[in-house]
């Protein structure tokens, strides 16, 4: 702690009256007052008007202390707002690309592979047009609500805009996340419950690629988005 600009090092544990760890600071200038010593002020010297202004000020020092963990909990608090999409529970573009790179690095220091899924709905423009946007936000919610429900707690799960959705896989090289991908692809595909819908299916293409540590995340993005419109070419061309 800094008064006056100037260090202060706490009194000794073996000192007489010192307080417990995580004492208010009140408390500890109450207790430091009594002792021999305090600030390098004998107890003597230490008058009473002295020992007053030091609790004074040890305790707004402790009030701003209060502040500043309340004023850090909101700022915690409007971030973690920021980083969600506005519909769904997912993370939203930036937030996702944050943690994508986050996770490339972790997979580069700890060496196990990483890949990333990207997912786009088939249909979901006419279903919109059909039934509504109201319908059509409770299809988005829905999508994301499968996503998260079948991946796991490590793997990151975000909606990159529109109808187009990304997930990261840890520890899953390319063959483990093409699998992944069609388990959630099938999961997506399946009724999603709209009312009006009449139990039609969306369907889904997605691109998989296993993600390496030169690429940077909007490289990887790009490059998956690719192998996904490729994948949807491929199956409408057949």
């Known amino acids: 702690m800094k008064v006056g600009g100037a260090r202060t090092e706490p009194i000794a544990a073996s000192r007489r009256g010192v307080a417990a760890p995580g004492a208010p600071a009140a408390a500890v200038a109450a207790q430091r007052v009594d002792s021999a010593t305090f600030l390098g002020i004998t107890r003597t010297e230490m008058t009473p008007a002295v020992q007053a202004a030091i609790q004074t000020l040890l305790g707004e020092l402790d009030e701003l202390k209060s502040e500043v963990n309340r004023l850090k909990a909101r700022l915690d608090e409007a971030e973690g707002l920021a980083d969600r999409d506005a519909l769904t529970p997912l993370l939203n573009r930036r937030a996702f690309v944050r943690e994508l790179g986050r996770a ?45 429900a079948n991946v796991r707690e490590s793997d990151v799960v975000g909606r990159m805009g529109g109808d187009e959705f990304a997930v990261v896989l840890v520890q899953a090289d390319q063959a483990t996340a093409e699998a992944k991908a069609a388990i959630l692809a099938g999961a997506i595909e399946h009724d999603l419950g709209i009312p009006g819908d009449g139990g039609a299916r969306l369907r889904v293409s997605y ?17 998956a988005d690719a192998a996904m419109f490729e994948a949807k070419r491929r199956r409408q061309a057949g």
């Open 104 to 148: 490339r690095t972790a997979a580069q220091r700890y060496g196990f592979a990483l890949s990333l899924v990207y997912f786009d709905l088939d249909g979901f423009k006419a279903l919109n047009d059909r039934l509504g946007h109201a319908a059509g936000d409770a299809a988005l919610r829905a999508v994301a609500e499968r996503l998260n």
């Open 207 to 223: 691109g998989v690629r296993e993600i390496h540590a030169d690429v940077d995340p909007e490289a990887l993005i790009s490059e």
